[in-house]
């Protein structure tokens, strides 16, 4: 191939060769199969720009993915939109696999947003996060410092998780997930307001903090967007570990002492 050609015109000529039938190139050196560098993936180039004559390099496909995710979260402007601009994703491979979108409960009137990891199976059936045990639990929770989902305005509770889709299985959630819909749950506490962010459990700190270790920081203050958020065992935990609900319940007195 003479180098004079552009970029574009080397690619039809070869998409050509390929229409005839070519499916090898034939070198002036044998090639060395086991010895070959790392393939760079390729993206299909946009079709017909005409004057560009060299590739542009893509970006790799997890930073776009996120990239779009903060540029969609970005420009929603209410939560209805934010909702709309989730549902909408088509990036993250989960929502194949769920049954529902799950985006919140409660009113977002309230003062405490809690933010847990992703729906599981009884989430992704009624589309609503955290009411199968651990979801029953949280209420018990809330209920004993005085907030409830059902109730509008100062006694209330805001719930979302990290993912609005049911991960396969229940597994847990991979850092690529967490780091692409993680624009989406900025947002959502941004347009939210609450007064404190509950973090239940290491996805959630990971999520909106990128650092685990909940037995460590779990009691401690940490601030999210300029919100005071309280690190909690997750209520799953809990049911694991009755023990810990120990210090649990001395997370939500510290929780009802800043909302005063
Ligand atoms: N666990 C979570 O973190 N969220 C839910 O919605 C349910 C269980």
């Keep these: 191939m003479e180098d004079s050609l552009g970029y574009w015109d080397a690619l039809a000529a070869l998409d050509w060769q390929v229409e005839l039938g070519a499916d090898e190139a034939i070198l002036d050196l044998p090639v060395d199969r086991f010895d070959l560098p790392a393939p760079v993936p390729v993206t299909k180039p946009a079709p017909a720009p005409v004057t560009v004559s060299a590739p542009v390099t893509p970006a790799t496909p997890e930073v776009d993915k996120v990239t779009i995710a903060r540029q969609l979260a970005e420009s929603a402007g209410s939560l209805e939109t934010l909702r709309a601009a989730m549902e909408g994703f088509e990036h993250c491979d989960l929502k194949r696999g769920a049954r529902n979108f799950v985006f919140s409960d409660g009113h977002p009137s309230a003062r405490v947003m809690v933010v847990g990891e992703a729906p599981g199976r009884d989430e992704d059936q009624q589309g609503k996060p955290f009411v199968g045990r651990a979801g029953q639990l ?29 991960p396969p299985q229940n597994r847990d959630p991979k850092p690529e997930e967490l780091a692409m819909m993680g624009p989406f749950t900025r947002r959502h506490i941004e347009l939210a307001e609450p007064d404190v962010v509950v973090l239940m459990g290491n996805h959630a700190c990971a999520g909106l903090l990128g650092r ?49």
């Design 212 to 260: 685990r270790g909940i037995t460590r920081m779990r009691g401690n203050w940490e601030d999210v967007l300029g919100k005071p958020a309280m690190p909690m065992f997750h209520p799953a935990y809990l049911l694991r570990n009755p023990a810990a609900k120990r210090e649990a319940w001395a997370d939500l007195l510290a929780i009802k002492g800043r909302l005063r």
């Design 138 to 166: 949280l209420d018990k929770m809330f209920a004993a410092i005085g907030l409830d989902r059902n109730v509008d305005g100062d006694g209330g509770l805001y719930i979302t998780n990290m993912l609005p889709w049911r």
